[in-house]
């Protein structure tokens, strides 16, 4: 078992530039975690997904970050345009929930800077 | 509001010596809590959670409703035990938002 999958695991670009962030979860989870940690802090919740369904997005930035979850597998976290302060690492996890287990299974993070 | 908090960011004990992470939590309703740890250059993963009332890695943690506290603690530490640790209440059934405390990070020193 590969885990989640998160490509890339470093992204370096200059403001004002697109980047995106790719997430393959664990296989037959139904639920898809994108977070945001910024250095010295905890995971901070930016979207999540049920199946292909953004059960809760209320913290995702939505001026400049989108998502999408097209196939209700695999994942996409989309900045446009990076500004300095998105500098991060970007989390995806997933989650099965069966059985009232409620654990959330983590990628190994892509880690953005922005100059 | 939803608040987590764990006041101290480094923690460092001496081998053998007892530690005890200390977690408070604001949260309406009944939280699921669970403890995550990150070990240095690996994922983050969960240790444990109160549900299961079980002991890993010699760790445990009891939920204190009263002081709304879930304190983290073993009574030896091991050199293998330096990790980030983050407390993290999970929302009401259903919604399986997590918040994620600020985390502290635990050194054992030889």
């Known amino acids: 078992e590969a885990g989640v999958v998160q490509s890339p695991r470093y992204k370096i670009i200059e403001k004002k530039q697109p980047v995106a962030f790719w997430c393959n979860p664990i296989s037959g989870h139904n639920t898809l975690y994108w977070y945001l940690q910024n250095l010295g802090q905890g995971p901070e919740l930016l979207i999540r997904?049920?199946?292909?369904?953004?059960?809760?997005d209320s913290q995702l930035p939505k001026d400049r970050f989108s998502a999408e979850r097209l196939k209700g597998v695999d994942s996409t976290l989309k900045i446009q345009p990076a500004e300095l302060g998105d500098s991060a690492v970007y989390l995806c996890a997933s989650s099965s929930n069966r059985g009232g287990l409620n654990e959330q299974f983590f990628g190994p993070g892509t880690r953005l800077t922005v100059l | 509001a939803q608040r987590v908090t764990q006041p101290e960011k480094l923690l460092s004990v001496f081998k053998g010596a007892p530690v005890e992470l200390k977690c408070n939590y604001s949260?309406?309703?009944?939280?699921?809590l669970f403890w995550y740890v990150q070990y240095s250059r690996q994922r983050l993963q969960l240790l444990l959670r109160?549900?299961s009332r079980e002991s890993i890695k010699g760790f445990t943690a009891d939920l204190n409703k009263g002081e709304t506290s879930f304190h983290l603690k073993k009574p030896f530490a091991q050199e293998e035990d330096s990790a980030m640790y983050y407390c993290a209440p999970l929302g009401a059934t259903g919604t399986y938002k997590y918040i994620f405390g600020t985390g502290t990070r635990l050194k054992v020193l030889a």
């Open positions: 997904y049920e199946n292909e369904e953004a059960v809760d």
């Open positions: 109160h549900i």
């Open positions: 949260y309406s309703g009944s939280p699921e």
